[in-house]
């Protein structure tokens, strides 16, 4: 049996689930924080953070996401932290209030989704907008290209961030065909980050 080489990305919360749903649902700092680092001690590289407000609905208080990612750095500290900028439950000018805590990542969806309840709407505006932010603050977007025209939406982007969005998707696919490659040369993981 061969063992080959994955980054393992671990979504403590989503967007949507509370303890009503599912009681061991993590929605406070505390416990994201401790979910999180057991995750971390299990092997995973990466944490996506959503945070809550007290009712456990969905936040964008950047006081939230400072209090989940301290902790996190702090228990797991080479695990890589990436924000959410989704819209389910939030509004537009709320999703990128948190990303001057400058996370190593972020979410950015390139395209609008129709969910069974709403839209989740996705603007070239607020696209430009997030983006930009991100390419101010030095982060790492992870692109959710939910169809194939969210790949032309992208490159339909005008300004600078435009050309970091493209090279950081083709730099994503690179460093997983790199992987993919490792992992036919050899057994071991080559470690985090």
Known sequence: MSTKPAIITVAITGALPRKADNPAVPVTPAEQIESAH????????????????ADESPSSDPRLFAEVQEGIRKHCPDMIIQFSTGG???????????????????????GSVNFPNQIYENPPELVEDLASTMLENGIKCIQSLEKKYDRQSLEALEGDYRDILLQDLEEI??????????????KVWPGRR
Do not use: F
């Not at 057991?38 to 407000?53: F, K, M, P, T």
């Not at 389910?88 to 390139?110: C, F, I, V």
């Open 38 to 53: 057991e995750a971390y001690e299990a092997g995973s590289a990466l944490v996506h953070i959503h945070v809550r407000n």
């Open 88 to 110: 389910r439950g939030r509004t537009q000018s709320e999703r990128g209030k948190a990303l001057y805590l400058k996370p190593d990542m972020a979410s950015l969806a390139t």
């Open 173 to 186: 696919v690179g460093a997983c065909l790199e992987l993919r490659a490792a992992a036919r040369d050899t």
